[in-house]
C-alpha cells in the first residue's frame, strides 16, 4: 500500500464542515491544521484561502487516485471555470510514495510544490520526515528552505531565449537578484544552505505537445543535468507555454515569501 501526500484548499466557507471520503482504497492517515492564507494568482477579489494536507495510504495507482480526488471535488460542488478562481474545494496530489510520475496529464511530486509555502507549511505539520522523490530532500527541508532560503532567484529552461526573457520579466516586477542557472554554477547548490537561491524556475521541455526535449522515460537527475541543475533539491517546474509559464512564476515568487 502506498503512502501518499496530498493538498487540501478551499475558501473559507469550508470552515462550516467537510465529509471525509472512506473507501477500501484509500483510508486517511493523519491531516494538518488549516492555513488560512491571501488568494495567489486567479481573477481579482477572491476571498482568504483556507490550506491544509493530508497524508493517506491508498491502493489505488497515482492516475487512479487522481480521478477519486476529482471526484471528490465534484461532489463538493467545484466547477472549473477559470485557472486558479474561487472553490469551495481543490485536491492536489503532492507526493505518491518514493514513484516520480512524469506523463502528459500528471506529474508527481506536484510540478510547483517547491515553491509554496501554503502547500509545504501544513505538509511539513504532519509529513515532514516523507522524502520527496523528485527533489530527493523531506518535506520539513523543503518547507524550512522556503522560508529560510537565500533571497535570490534562479532560471533554468532548455531554452536559453526564453529563460532570459523571464529572468528579465521577474527582474521588472520583484526586487532581488535574479540568476540565469546553468553550467558549473548549479554545483554550489548541491546542498542546503547559503548560496542556493530560495526558487529555482525551471522548464524542460519547448512546447506542451512534446518535442525533442520533452523528458518523458528520464529520471530526475537526468532531467536536471540537461539543465545544468543540481541531482537534488527544490524546483518548481513550469509549463512551456509562455502565459501559462509566466504566471506560474510571478506567483511562485509571491507564494515563496520573497
Known amino acids: 500500500m502506498r503512502q501518499a501526500l496530498r493538498a487540501l484548499d478551499g475558501e473559507s466557507p469550508l470552515r462550516r464542515g467537510e465529509a471525509e471520503r472512506s473507501r477500501a482504497e484509500v483510508r486517511l492517515l493523519a491531516r494538518s491544521s488549516w492555513h488560512e492564507t491571501r488568494p495567489i494568482g486567479g481573477p481579482a477579489g477572491q476571498g482568504a484561502f483556507l490550506n491544509g494536507a493530508a497524508t493517506i495510504a491508498t491502493e489505488l495507482a497515482p492516475a487512479d487516485l487522481v480521478q477519486y480526488l476529482l471526484a471528490i471535488e465534484r461532489s463538493a460542488g467545484r466547477e472549473r471555470h477559470q485557472r486558479w478562481d474561487a472553490r469551495p474545494l481543490d485536491l492536489d496530489l503532492l507526493v505518491y510514495g518514493e514513484t516520480v510520475v512524469d506523463e502528459p496529464d500528471l506529474r508527481a511530486p506536484h510540478p510547483r510544490m517547491h515553491g509554496r509555502r501554503f502547500v509545504l507549511d501544513p505538509a511539513a505539520e ?133
Do not use: K, N, Y
Not at 164 to 172: K, M, T, V, Y
Not at 181 to 200: I, K, Q, Y
Not at 214 to 229: D, I
Not at 233 to 239: A, E, M, N, T, Y
Open 126 to 258: 504532519i509529513a515532514a520526515a516523507m522524502r520527496d522523490p523528485e527533489s530527493g530532500w523531506t518535506v520539513g527541508a523543503l518547507a524550512r528552505h522556503l522560508h529560510q532560503g537565500s533571497r535570490r532567484i534562479g532560471v533554468a529552461d532548455v531554452s536559453a531565449p526564453r529563460a532570459a526573457r523571464l529572468a528579465e520579466l521577474l527582474r521588472q516586477r520583484f526586487s532581488g537578484p535574479i540568476d540565469l542557472v546553468g553550467g558549473c554554477g548549479a554545483a554550489l547548490w548541491e546542498t542546503e544552505g547559503v548560496d542556493r537561491p530560495r526558487l529555482v524556475l525551471a522548464c524542460d521541455r519547448l512546447s506542451a505537445e512534446g518535442d525533442a526535449f520533452f523528458c518523458a522515460g528520464l529520471s530526475p537527475v537526468e532531467r536536471r543535468r540537461m539543465l545544468g541543475l543540481p541531482p537534488l533539491g527544490p524546483v518548481v517546474w513550469l509549463d512551456p507555454d509562455w502565459e501559462r509559464m509566466v504566471v506560474e512564476a510571478a506567483a511562485a515568487v509571491e507564494s515563496s515569501g520573497l
